[in-house]
């Protein structure tokens, strides 16, 4: 099992992104959350991982922060939230807006994720809430995005492109995730558009 990586970041092209550790490139996929806490291209960074193993792949996964990757491995066995649905509700929210949704029952606000239902939102709620009691309060949890600066991006030259891309990735419809970025600064870099269009789905 491979926990946690040291090393470069060489690539950045959200969801994905590629670290040297000792010459050797990892290809990890990472939440939003985790993308724009990452520093620049080219410089170091740590991670906490999380190995899938698969019949027709081996696919890693890196956080920013152990206590998303706990959470993360949380949501992941419960029934009908796989690795992909699990990052885009990472991305979508941190785990202090999680927790408060479970613990006031806000279906609401979970069915504004992609690929959440209201059924599986109501699931996540009962199999979650008993999970969290040992865990810090939502209130003491820091806020990954809140004073994290936009950093560069890597490969490809235009950042709404590509945030559109990221965005059609974590299951949001091509039109929709058109709509969430409309009206933002086409000049921010590409986590720091994703983000903002994450922030501005989540307010409604």
């Known amino acids: 099992m491979i926990g946690r990586l040291r090393g470069t970041l060489l690539e950045k092209q959200p ?17 939003m959350t ?6 620049g291209i080219g410089e170091h960074v740590s991670l906490y991982t999380h190995l ?8 890693l996964f890196g956080f920013a922060r152990e206590q998303e990757r706990a959470l993360f491995r ?5 029934n009908g939230v796989g690795p992909k649905l699990a990052l885009a509700i990472l991305s979508g929210m ?17 069915t504004r994720l992609p690929g959440v239902g209201k059924k599986t939102a109501e699931r996540l709620i009962i199999e979650m809430r008993d999970r969290f009691p040992h865990w810090e309060h939502p209130g003491a949890v820091a806020l ?7 950093s560069e ?3 490809r030259q235009d950042p709404l492109a590509d945030a559109e891309a990221a965005l059609v990735s974590l299951g949001y419809k091509p039109t929709e995730a058109a709509r969430m970025l409309s009206g933002l600064d086409a000049e921010l870099p590409t986590e720091a558009l994703i983000k903002a269009a994450l ?3 989540m307010a409604g």
């Not at 985790?34 to 520093?39: E, S, Y």
């Not at 899938?52 to 696919?59: G, K, M, N, S």
């Not at 949380?74 to 419960?78: F, G, P």
């Open 144 to 150: 990954a995005g809140a004073t994290a600066a936009p």
């Open 74 to 78: 949380a949501l992941i066995r419960v």
């Open 34 to 39: 985790t993308l724009v806490a990452l520093p």
């Open 153 to 155: 991006g890597g490969g």
């Open 15 to 31: 969801p994905w992104l590629v670290v040297d550790v000792a010459g050797v490139g990892y290809e990890l996929e990472a939440s």
């Open 52 to 59: 899938t193993v698969r019949e027709d792949a081996h696919l």
């Open 199 to 201: 922030t501005k789905r």
């Open 94 to 110: 941190d785990e202090a807006a999680f927790i408060r949704c479970v613990m006031e029952d806000d279906v609401k606000s979970l």
